[in-house]
């Protein structure tokens, strides 16, 4: 059965710079979430979209923006990134909003 | 959104039943509870969802007493393999998006 894919799998960046991460949920799921796992921690939700529109924002920095787009993949974009951006990002989808969340394999940034 | 609590960690051997409770006194009429484990570097992945009384799949039971207000996953006859954290998660999934709060999970350790 298809996956949650997610691109790139590892990213390294220095400070300031910026990166995008990429979605693309399981097909027919219209729900797209992304989450930040740091080392040791709990992931933390940071936004979600329902329909290709905004849904719920969690603790998400300024500095981070997010949309989904029409074909349903969605994308991360994080700018300024700080050393403490390092963490596992996990994108989720879901059927509809509430339904049991499909997480994808996780982008690895390392922020250096 | 509900408040959940949960066991730090708990250990067991493997064969046992491993019953893990989760607290959320302020549940909501409409919340639902999810069970999500995650194992290292991997996203969370679905083990269970209820909303009232018993509730079993084919990897595990949960069981809702008619308050509510905590939930417990069971676990039948765990394996090594079974080591990983649990979430319990309580969330409305009809009105607006689905806020997704994971908490601090319970970490399950299965030894030999």
């Known amino acids: 059965a298809a996956g949650v894919i997610q691109s790139p799998r590892h990213l390294i960046k220095e400070k300031r710079e910026t990166a995008t991460l990429k979605c693309y949920p399981i097909p027919r799921h219209d729900t797209v979430y992304w989450y930040q796992q740091g080392p040791g921690q709990d992931p933390q939700f940071l936004i979600s979209f329902y329909e290709k529109m905004q849904s719920d924002k969690g603790s998400i920095p300024d500095r981070f923006s997010a949309q989904q787009f029409s074909d349903y993949h969605s994308e991360l974009n994080m700018s300024s990134l700080e050393l403490g951006d390092s963490a596992l990002y996990f994108c989720?989808?879901?059927?509809?909003?509430?339904?049991?969340?499909?997480f994808g394999p996780g982008t690895r940034l390392t922020v250096t | 959104l509900a408040k959940t609590t949960q066991p730090i960690s708990m250990d067991s051997y493997e064969g046992q039943e491993v019953n893990i409770t989760c607290s959320h006194n302020?549940?909501?009429?409409?919340?639902?509870i999810t069970w999500y484990q995650q194992f290292p570097s991997q996203g969370p992945r679905f083990i269970i969802q209820g909303y009232k009384t018993k509730v079993t799949n084919e990897v595990a039971s949960l069981f809702i007493p008619a308050d509510r207000k905590s939930s417990t996953l069971s676990l039948p006859r765990v394996s090594l393999s079974d080591t990983a954290v649990y979430y319990c998660l309580v969330g409305d999934m009809y009105t607006g998006g689905f806020k997704t709060i994971f908490g601090a999970g319970t970490r399950l350790f299965v030894k030999a």
């Open positions: 989720a989808s879901s059927a509809d909003r509430g339904h049991e969340q499909y």
């Open positions: 302020n549940i909501a009429t409409n919340d639902y």
